[in-house]
Nanobody, 123 residues
């Protein structure tokens, strides 16, 4: 059974930084992609970033490009999301997800989801 456990959320002032982690377990992920999505109150879940377990391909939404960095540590089956220059509009619950997907920016393409971690950015 695949499990994803997120950590690292919290409260930070605008301009600050946070690093989210997502530890995956349950199977080999060599052919998978892992993504980060977020959902603010009253809004739909939106794509943030994604990375493929094999290789170095990364993907970002326009709203976070240049501020967020996704990376992975294969030996620990862990993916990170380094978030810099945070803005109040980044406030949301952040979810990691994993799947064998070509559509890395589409939530429906992912098979497994974590429980989410709250990120709150104060102005």
């Amino acid at each position: 059974q695949v499990q994803l456990v997120e950590s690292g959320g919290g409260l930070v002032q605008a301009g600050g930084s946070l690093r989210l982690s997502c530890a995956a377990s349950g199977r080999s992920f060599s052919t998978y992609a892992m993504g980060w999505f977020r959902q603010a109150p009253g809004k739909e879940r939106e794509f943030v970033a994604a990375i493929r377990w094999s290789g170095t391909s990364t993907y970002y939404s326009n709203s976070v490009k240049g501020r967020f960095t996704i990376s992975k540590e294969n030996a620990k089956n862990t993916v990170y999301l380094q978030m810099n220059s945070l803005k109040p509009e980044d406030t949301a619950v952040y979810y990691c997800a994993i799947g064998t997907t070509a559509g890395v920016s589409v939530a429906g393409s992912y098979d497994y989801w974590g429980q989410g971690t709250q990120v709150t950015v104060s102005s």
